[in-house]
């Protein structure tokens, strides 16, 4: 299939310059890591990177989304329902994964490492030197460490003229909620202070709003 990816909530906010880095960084490694906090946007952030790429360069033959689970074995039963293979009874899923990626040139998008590093580091090794053509999106709080990766930081949505960014985030999600907040006046310094108050942390402004 062509691809296997949620789909995007919308356009990202906020992230023109990560965004930017990070198709670039994509060019020039077969490994890029986003990095940050949990309720930075680095998920978000990454799928916006995996699709501007695929826009950008029709050769891709798929992107595949595997997101590790915060409980049990973040292997196997991972890495055989993204690829729909079949499980056999020991056998190396590895290899099995390797072989069906061969030299296509897939993005493989792998979110949530934090939750199994060791596994997701491993895996990320093993598929890059079994499969030429791959490329991989890793997500997590720190960089996986293997060599030839590239690891770009994702923090809050700061810097900006009266936190624009991270205000547009909670009128767009508040308004998606009720629309009929969009006729009401708008407390712009409320708006602001909330901002201020939460940082400009995305998921925690999402809940806010």
């Given at each position: ?150 690891a770009l930081a994702v923090g809050p949505l700061t810097g ?10 909670v009128c767009d999600r508040a308004f998606t909620a009720d629309p009929s907040q969009r006729t009401q006046p708008l ?23």
């Amino acid at each position: 299939r062509p691809a296997v990816l949620p789909t995007e909530p919308g356009p990202i906010v906020g992230r023109t310059r990560e965004l930017a880095e990070a198709s670039r960084l994509l060019t020039t490694t077969r490994l890029l890591t986003l990095c940050g906090p949990d309720g930075s946007g680095r998920a978000r952030l990454a799928l916006a990177v995996a699709n501007a790429a695929r826009q950008a360069d029709q050769l891709w033959a798929s992107a595949w989304w595997v997101r590790l689970p915060a409980l049990g074995d973040p292997g196997i039963p991972a890495r055989v329902a993204a690829f729909k293979l079949t499980a056999t009874p020991g056998a190396d899923a590895t290899t099995a994964l390797a072989a069906r990626i061969a030299a296509r040139r897939i993005l493989l998008l792998l979110e949530d490492c934090q939750h199994a590093p060791t596994a997701a580091a491993t895996l990320a090794h093993d598929l890059l030197h079994a499969c030429p053509n791959l490329h991989i999106i890793a997500t997590g709080r720190s960089p996986l460490g293997l060599a030839g990766e590239a690891a770009l930081a994702v923090g809050p949505l700061t810097g900006t003229v009266d936190h624009a960014d991270a205000a547009k985030i909670v009128c767009d999600r508040a308004f998606t909620a009720d629309p009929s907040q969009r006729t009401q006046p708008l407390n712009a310094g409320a708006l602001v202070a909330l901002c201020r108050q939460l940082a400009g942390w995305p998921l925690a402004l999402e809940v806010a709003a």
